[in-house]
């Protein structure tokens, strides 16, 4: 967060749309986790480009030859900026990630109450790492608080996740 900024004088996201050519469709539970996502990341959230005044901006999604593209416009529409992200850093992370979230969600149902927190926390852990790793990569382009990037990178997984 900037110096001085108060919460009200932050940029944000009003809209997050997800470019349906380049992602394409998937399950209904992976939709749903979609979606999920999106409202989550909408309800809450700090983004701001760099270099641009705080205010309301619309975010759309997509993957281009294995690259994270972020379009950024304004709250009225009119297009901000493009940046765009490699997505090989990443991927060691999100396969981790989708590995525990596997075992966890089988641990769910046979083990023991200690080995879910166990797991639980790995997964926390690794979902920290990738979030982390999400500042950097948008460092000097988006700034964007730890919950923004979080609930973007549960997007960026969501986004890979192929059931």
Not at 12 to 27: C, F, M, N, P, Q
Not at 119 to 138: K, P
């Amino acid at each position: 967060m900037r110096e001085g900024a108060t919460r009200g004088q932050r940029g944000r996201l009003v809209a997050v749309t997800l470019d349906e050519t380049s992602i394409g469709r998937s399950t209904p539970d992976i939709e749903h986790e979609r979606r999920i996502a999106i409202y989550d990341l909408i309800e809450e959230n700090v983004f701001e480009p760099v270099g641009r005044e705080p205010g309301d901006y619309r975010l759309n999604l997509s993957i281009v030859d294995r690259r994270l593209v972020f379009d950024i416009a304004d709250g009225e529409g009119q297009q901000v900026v493009t940046h765009i992200l490699s997505l090989t850093p990443f991927r060691r992370v999100v396969k981790d990630y989708f590995m525990i979230c596997d075992s966890y969600y089988q641990a769910i149902r046979t083990a023991s109450p200690s080995q879910i927190e166990a797991i639980d926390m790995g997964r926390r852990g690794l979902h920290n790492e990738g979030s982390r790793l999400l500042v950097e990569r948008l460092e000097g382009k988006i700034d964007i608080d730890q919950d923004t990037s979080r609930r973007l990178f549960t997007l960026l997984c969501v986004l890979h996740w192929k059931g």
